[in-house]
């Protein structure tokens, strides 16, 4: 079966835009998992669904982040007037209810100029 | 709050050498544990994972890994690396009454010298 998927693989955008980045997750998976690595601060958490409950938004660094999941499957992840900083790849994980193996999409490579 | 530390940064082992990538954790609790690898340009695959019971654990490609609670450590071990073993190494830990979201460590970079 197809993995986590992720769109774009590769953004470009330029200081100040909002971006919104995509993740598909694996058939069945109720859980979704939103991570960013960067050089400087590694691999970070940054927000987690679960079924129909509430987000875990505990890990968005800012509230130029937020992230919606429609239909209990597809995410996006925006960030507002985006800042150099934002620079990262994103990942996005999904797993199944009550799992703790978690699958990472490719990822999206974002760029701020 | 939580935290892993992967000591090493860069390691370099010859092909055939064995291979240990240190891990260790501070957390009140026994968390899940995890031993996931990116290599280059890809995402992260899972090598293996400690929950409970036995402490040494079987993973994928080779690996293996030993959870030592007094230690607090989950090294990661290989008794012959490959030279597609070079990639990045990531330690995780997770709380499962806290959505199971991955704590990282810094990661372990991993060159294998023919």
């Known amino acids: 079966g197809a993995g986590v998927s992720q769109s774009p693989s590769n953004k470009v955008t330029e200081k100040g835009k909002d971006v919104e980045l995509r993740c598909d997750p694996i058939?069945?998976?109720?859980?979704l998992y939103w991570y960013r690595q960067s050089l400087g601060q590694g691999l970070e958490f940054l927000i987690y669904?679960?079924?129909?409950?509430?987000?875990?938004k505990s890990g968005l660094p800012s509230d130029r982040f937020s992230a919606e999941r429609t239909g209990g499957s597809v995410s996006t992840l925006t960030i507002q007037r985006t800042q150099q900083e934002d620079s990262a790849v994103y990942l996005c994980?999904?797993?199944?209810?009550?799992?703790?193996?978690?699958?990472f999409g490719p990822g999206t490579r974002l760029t701020v100029l | 709050a939580q935290s892993v530390t992967q000591p090493d940064i860069h390691i370099t082992v010859s092909e055939g050498a064995s291979l240990e990538l240190r891990c260790n954790y501070s957390?009140?609790?026994?968390?899940?544990l995890f031993w996931y690898v990116q290599s280059p340009g890809q995402g992260l695959q899972l090598l293996l994972k400690?929950?409970?019971?036995?402490?040494l654990v079987q993973g994928i490609k080779g690996f293996e890994a030993e959870f030592k609670r007094s230690q607090s450590s989950f090294n990661l071990r290989k008794p012959s690396v490959h030279w597609s073993d070079a990639a990045e190494y990531f330690c995780?830990?997770?709380?499962?009454?806290?959505?199971?979201?991955?704590?990282f460590g810094g990661g372990t970079r991993l060159m294998v010298k023919p």
């Open positions: 995780a830990v997770a709380l499962w009454d806290a959505g199971n979201m991955l704590t």
């Open positions: 400690y929950f409970s019971g036995d402490t």
């Open positions: 669904f679960q079924g129909n409950s509430a987000p875990d």
């Open positions: 058939s069945g998976h109720t859980a």
């Open positions: 994980a999904s797993s199944f209810l009550r799992s703790n193996e978690q699958f």
């Open positions: 957390y009140g609790a026994t968390p899940y």
